[in-house]
């Protein structure tokens, strides 16, 4: 199970750190990944990270601003999310997939979280 944590309001130019939580075993051997769906659109990747945390890859629009990063000692994966922009307003969603690489293929995952709004303001 994946829960999702860390959205909220905030202005344009803001920062948040969103976080998900896994609950089980075996953390470490999943990849990880963050998408997010703004209303009317399809779920979109953002960022992804293998299962040691060694590798990581983003969406274009949100590379050099957000940063995934993981703690498998906490059973922990992070989004920090610096430099907000009205257009990152959206239901971000944490996965997992047992394969353990990392994928941006939302296809590729085999869990969901439920989703934390974020909302940048202008």
């Known amino acids: 199970q994946l829960q999702a944590s860390g959205g909220g309001l905030v202005q344009a130019g803001g920062s948040l750190r969103l976080s998900c939580a896994a609950s089980?075993?075996?953390?470490?051997?999943?990849?990880m990944g963050w998408f997010r769906q703004a209303p009317g659109k399809e779920r979109e990747f953002v960022a992804t990270?293998?299962?040691?945390?060694?590798?990581?890859y983003y969406a274009d629009s949100v590379k050099g601003r957000f940063t995934i990063s993981r703690d498998n000692t906490k059973n922990t994966v992070y989004l920090q999310m610096n430099s907000l922009k009205p257009e990152d307003t959206a239901v971000y969603y944490c996965?997992?997939?047992?394969?353990?690489?990392?994928?941006?293929?939302?296809?590729?995952?085999?869990?969901w979280g439920q989703g934390t709004l974020v909302t940048v303001s202008s």
């Open positions: 089980g075993r075996a953390f470490d051997t999943y990849g």
């Open positions: 996965a997992a997939e047992r394969i353990g690489y990392g994928t941006s293929s939302v296809r590729g995952y085999d869990y």
């Open positions: 990270i293998n299962r040691s945390g060694g590798r990581a």
